[in-house]
């Protein structure tokens, strides 16, 4: 029997050992900001199988000055006290290097139209539901399980491969995925378990950004509101030449990747919401000020400082054209994400890698995809010169009620990243 095929049916034969380590991690109540819980697990099974873990706290010290440096919302509310990242070295040969993993934290659960209990997995035949059992738990659990195969079966690696188990990508990645690279945990390659159903790649993220935008406006009585000046309804008028930008950026530009696996985002690959707003506190007073808080999201193609420009030029025609914007301007701050996009070259060795094992498992052909979503990936690719490709399970109803995904597509991610890590890193024996 070949090293393959035995690779095969020893990761096959773990299949309950990953559907148990899954529900571990979705116990493991890891909110951005509070992602101990999920770490605790990812520490211990690495303890049990004999790795020994590098557990620390990100210092924002020590990366602020990095051109891929903001601050987090979530650092900005909790800090990084109790916020570990993990990372574990297995030593291989003198060949290349290579990280896999992904991250442990999780969107938290506002929506009550769940119809099973978010922090429990619960499997109803292939499918297995659960808070973050797809983004992307499931795939730290698959990762794992390719490590533990690996070192059942025997084989020894002919380069390092670095495992990673990060936090707060969900809210921008700074310190986890930047963390661990400013650590010293800079690979040739890296393999990231994100859900996007195996065998597709995804090869490309979003830029993503947060701006806030302050409407002044003029206080007084409602029943002297002729004399005040609503804030309101100037920031009304802010709001719809927004919604006019984003609907010429949505005629004007394209991304095919984004779309080749969900064909409802075809003229939809960019996206500017205003997500809150903020104004008065009395029925009977004008208020003085507004504020609105908005994202933009974009695919490879525009650079941050050109989506900025778009944004503020809008504001500031808007300002132009009205008596009290003129002489009180509205004020535009950027905050929390402020992500570039990036691509990843399809030619790369760790994407046609991938890409060959993900279709040799799955028996299926797989597509290039990404560029709507800000992905970690984008720090290895754009600020060390390192290809990232993500192979990952099924997901389904990401960030919503009853997310879910497959015990056969995590099995198959889990195969797909073995195979891949020993064709990427070869063999010393």
Same mark, same amino acid.
């Given at each position: 029997?070949?090293?393959? *095929?035995?690779?095969?049916?020893?990761?096959?034969?773990?299949?309950?050992?990953?559907?148990?380590?899954?529900?571990e991690?979705?116990?493991?109540?890891?909110? *951005?900001?509070?992602?101990?819980?999920?770490?605790?697990?990812?520490?211990?099974?690495l303890?049990?199988?004999?790795?020994?873990?590098? $557990?620390?706290?990100?210092?924002?010290?020590?990366?602020?000055d990095?051109?891929?440096?903001?601050?987090?919302?979530?650092?900005?509310?909790?800090?990084?006290?109790?916020?570990?990242?993990?990372?574990?070295?297995?030593?291989?040969?003198?060949?290349?290097?290579?990280?896999?993993?992904?991250?442990?934290?999780?969107?938290? /659960?506002?929506?009550?139209?769940?119809?099973?209990?978010?922090?429990?997995?619960?499997?109803e035949?292939?499918?297995?539901?659960?808070?973050?059992?797809a983004d992307?738990?499931?795939g730290?659990?698959?990762?794992?399980i390719?490590?533990? =195969?690996l070192?059942?079966?025997?084989?020894?690696l002919?380069?390092?491969?670095? @495992?990673?188990?990060?936090i707060?990508e969900?809210?921008?990645?700074?310190?986890?995925?930047?963390?661990?690279l400013?650590?010293?945990?800079?690979?040739?390659?890296?393999? %990231? =378990?994100?859900?996007?159903? /195996?065998?597709?790649?995804?090869?490309?993220?979003?830029?993503?950004m947060? @701006?806030?935008v302050?409407?002044?406006?003029?206080?007084?009585?409602?029943?002297?509101?002729?004399?005040?000046?609503?804030?309101?309804g100037?920031?009304?008028?802010?709001?719809?030449?927004?919604?006019?930008?984003?609907?010429?950026?949505?005629?004007?530009?394209?991304?095919?990747?984004?779309?080749? =696996?969900?064909?409802?985002l075809?003229?939809?690959?960019?996206?500017?919401? %205003?997500?809150? %707003?903020?104004?008065?506190d009395?029925?009977?007073t $004008?208020?003085?000020?507004?504020?609105?808080?908005?994202?933009?999201?974009?695919?490879?193609?525009?650079?941050?400082?050109?989506?900025?420009?778009?944004?503020?030029?809008?504001i500031?025609?808007?300002?132009?054209?009205?008596?009290?914007?003129?002489?009180?301007?509205?004020?535009?701050?950027? @905050?929390?994400?402020? =992500?570039?996009?990036?691509?990843?070259?399809?030619?790369?060795?760790?994407?046609?890698?991938?890409?060959?094992?993900?279709?040799e498992?799955?028996?299926?052909?797989?597509?290039?995809?990404?560029?709507?979503?800000?992905?970690?990936?984008?720090?290895?690719?754009?600020?060390?010169? $390192?290809?990232?490709?993500?192979?990952?399970?099924?997901?389904?109803?990401?960030h919503?009620?009853?997310?879910? *995904? *497959?015990v056969?597509?995590?099995?198959?991610?889990?195969?797909t990243?073995a195979?891949?890590?020993?064709?990427?890193?070869?063999?010393?024996?």
């Open positions: 029997m070949s090293r393959s *095929t035995e690779l095969s049916q020893v990761l096959r034969s773990k299949k309950e050992e990953l559907v148990t380590l899954t529900e991690l979705v116990k493991a109540k890891s909110v *951005t900001g509070h992602e101990q819980p999920a770490q605790d697990v990812v520490i211990d099974r303890k049990a199988t004999g790795l020994e873990p590098d $557990v620390w706290e990100p210092d924002p010290k020590n990366l602020q990095h051109e891929a440096f903001f601050e987090t919302s979530s650092y900005e509310k909790y800090g990084y006290d109790g916020r570990p990242n993990v990372a574990t070295y297995l030593e291989g040969g003198d060949g290349p290097t290579l990280t896999v993993g992904g991250h442990v934290d999780v969107v938290d /659960v506002t929506d009550s139209e769940w119809e099973y209990e978010p922090w429990e997995l619960r499997q035949g292939d499918k297995l539901y659960g808070r973050g059992v992307m738990k499931g730290i659990a698959a990762v794992l390719a490590i533990e =195969a070192q059942e079966v025997g084989i020894e002919g380069g390092d491969l670095i @495992f990673q188990s990060v707060e969900e809210d921008g990645g700074v310190g986890g995925t930047l963390s661990a400013e650590r010293g945990y800079v690979p040739d390659a890296a393999i %990231i =378990a994100e859900p996007f159903n /195996v065998p597709n790649l995804c090869v490309a993220s979003a830029g993503v947060y @701006f806030r302050t409407v002044p406006g003029k206080s007084i009585h409602a029943a002297w509101g002729h004399e005040g000046v609503n804030a309101i100037k920031a009304t008028k802010i709001y719809e030449a927004l919604e006019e930008l984003d609907a010429e950026r949505k005629m004007r530009i394209d991304y095919p990747p984004a779309y080749r =696996a969900d064909s409802s075809e003229g939809n690959v960019t996206n500017l919401n %205003i997500g809150t %707003i903020g104004a008065g009395w029925p009977s $004008v208020p003085s000020e507004a504020v609105l808080e908005g994202r933009i999201g974009w695919p490879p193609g525009e650079s941050r400082a050109e989506v900025r420009d778009q944004i503020e030029s809008v500031q025609s808007v300002a132009a054209e009205d008596e009290w914007l003129i002489e009180h301007p509205p004020e535009l701050d950027w @905050f929390g994400w402020q =992500a570039e996009p990036h691509e990843t070259d399809t030619d790369a060795e760790i994407v046609q890698v991938a890409r060959t094992n993900a279709e498992v799955t028996g299926e052909t797989g597509m290039f995809v990404g560029g709507n979503a800000g992905l970690d990936e984008r720090f290895f690719e754009l600020y060390y010169d $390192v290809p990232a490709v993500s192979i990952g399970p099924e997901g389904h109803n990401l919503g009620a009853d997310e879910h *995904t *497959t056969s597509s995590l099995l198959e991610t889990s195969e990243i195979h891949s890590i020993v064709d990427y890193l070869g063999t010393a024996n």
